[in-house]
């Protein structure tokens, strides 16, 4: 080991300061900016240790880092053990806030019931005054309310004499004016009824006009004019239906032609019933056709009536088929309520 090693000595030791007495843990917690201002003051001694001693051998240098490492370490627990007396120094502070507040509001309530209880005697006390001078009020009132009743029964029979001989009176002149009344009452009433008539029979032709107005508006209604693009639709629909109808027909005719000359070309055996089974079914397939051409005309009809924007209003009530019955059925012409009643 290097001599100057051995001349080294180990820095003393820093004694932990003494602990706090009571009354100091009773005082005010230290501030933040004293433990921030003690760690700024550590951190410059460490900061400024290496640089003094740069001249140092390398063993000096080991022992000056131990010695700053434990003095280090020393401040750190000084520090903690400061913050531990803070604390509780804070917890006995507001144990003692929280007894001393306990304590007045344990004076405060025996204060509020002690007024309480003197305010319900005063209470008891005046309302005791109150029911004796409305006992005695009452007395008084019922004195004057029998001497009030005496002199209305007195003043009530006065009035009951006067009372009968205007009634026998009125009576009279009640008669008369009944009489008066009732003839007045039988002239008015003839002129009410004559007036009552003569409005029901302007109300009966108002609403006979406005039903004739509506209807002439129905009959010419044009339910999906302004809708241009489902009318289009229903065009295209009613063409391909007019196009695959035309189609049905074609065949239906060929195969009656057919029949036909079948019939001529060959000779059915009368007994076995083969050509009148052949003339009936030629006779289905030309009622097929005729139902065939008429569906053509009525699609015709529909078309036209597309053209003219009154396609899709029921001929017997005059009011809008549904969309979705238009699409359904082509050609149709009257709505579903119509058309079941029919």
């Known amino acids: 080991m290097p001599s100057s090693a051995k001349t080294t000595k180990k820095a003393p030791a820093k004694k932990a300061p003494r602990r706090a007495s009571s009354s100091a843990r009773r005082a005010k917690p230290a501030t933040r900016r004293s433990a921030t201002k003690g760690s700024k003051t550590l951190a410059k001694s460490h900061k400024k240790t290496p640089a003094k001693r740069a001249g140092a051998k390398p063993g000096a240098l080991a022992a000056a880092k131990k010695a700053a490492a434990a003095k280090k370490a020393r401040e750190l627990a000084a520090a903690r053990a400061q913050r531990e007396r803070d604390a509780r120094a804070r917890a006995a502070a507001k144990k003692a806030l929280a007894r001393q507040k306990a304590i007045a509001a344990a004076k405060a309530k025996r204060e509020r019931e002690a007024k309480a209880r003197a305010l319900a005697r005063e209470r008891a006390a005046a309302k005791k005054a109150r029911d004796v001078a409305a006992a005695r009020a009452k007395k008084e009132r019922e004195a004057k309310a029998r001497a009030a009743a005496k002199e209305r029964e007195v003043l009530r029979k006065a009035r009951e004499k006067a009372a009968i001989e205007a009634k026998k009176q009125r009576e009279i002149e009640a008669k008369r004016k009944a009489v008066e009344a009732e003839k007045l009452r039988r002239l008015r009433e003839i002129e009410r009824r004559e007036a009552e008539e003569r409005k029901r029979q302007e109300k009966r032709e108002a609403e006979e006009r406005r039903r004739l107005e509506t209807l002439e508006r129905r009959m010419h209604s044009k339910p999906y004019a302004e809708d241009a693009a489902f009318l289009e639709e229903l065009r295209g629909l009613l063409l391909a239906t007019r196009e695959a109808t035309n189609a049905q027909i074609a065949v239906s005719e060929s195969e009656a032609n057919e029949m036909l000359v079948d019939r001529e070309r060959l000779e059915y055996d009368d007994e076995d019933g083969s050509s009148v089974a052949s003339d009936i079914q030629r006779d289905q397939l030309k009622e097929f056709t005729a139902a065939l051409r008429l569906k053509v005309d009525e699609i015709d009809v529909a078309l036209a009536r597309i053209d003219d924007g009154s ?32």
Not at 313 to 337: G, K, M, N, Y
Request: aromatic content about 10%; hydrophobic content about 35%.
């Open 311 to 342: 396609y899709g209003r029921c001929d017997e009530c005059f009011e809008p088929i549904t969309q979705a019955r238009l699409r359904a059925q082509l050609p149709v012409f009257t709505c579903v309520s119509c058309r079941a009643s029919a």
